[in-house]
């Protein structure tokens, strides 16, 4: 993924065709606070449409340096454990 606008046209595109979306972030090499934003938009509007928005794996590298870094990871709740991390926070 090139830009958080192309990311987000392709979440939009995921969310149209009706379904519940596996997001595969283990290829991600770096990412910055909208990408953030925009996943966190996209899991509540799929919850709103009784939907699931789900990450194909736990996330790592980038991902989870930059929850850590935003404050994301001071007081997770366990839903969103289980969104990041599978249930478990990384030591």
């Given at each position: 993924?090139?830009s958080?606008?192309?990311?987000?046209?392709?979440?939009?595109?995921?969310?149209?065709?009706?379904?519940?979306?596996?997001?595969?972030?283990?290829?991600?090499?770096?990412?910055?606070?909208a990408?953030?934003?925009i996943?966190?938009?996209?899991?509540?509007?799929?919850?709103?449409a009784?939907?699931?928005?789900?990450?194909?794996?736990?996330?790592?590298?980038?991902?989870?340096?930059l929850?850590?870094?935003?404050?994301?990871?001071?007081?997770?709740?366990p839903?969103?454990?289980?969104?990041?991390?599978?249930?478990?926070?990384?030591?």
């Open positions: 993924m090139r958080a606008h192309q990311f987000r046209q392709d979440i939009l595109a995921g969310f149209d065709a009706g379904q519940d979306l596996d997001l595969d972030l283990s290829s991600l090499v770096e990412v910055d606070l990408f953030l934003e996943v966190y938009s996209a899991r509540d509007h799929w919850m709103r009784g939907r699931e928005l789900r990450l194909a794996h736990p996330a790592g590298g980038p991902v989870a340096a929850l850590e870094r935003a404050g994301f990871l001071t007081d997770p709740t839903q969103d454990l289980e969104f990041w991390f599978h249930g478990e926070l990384p030591q």
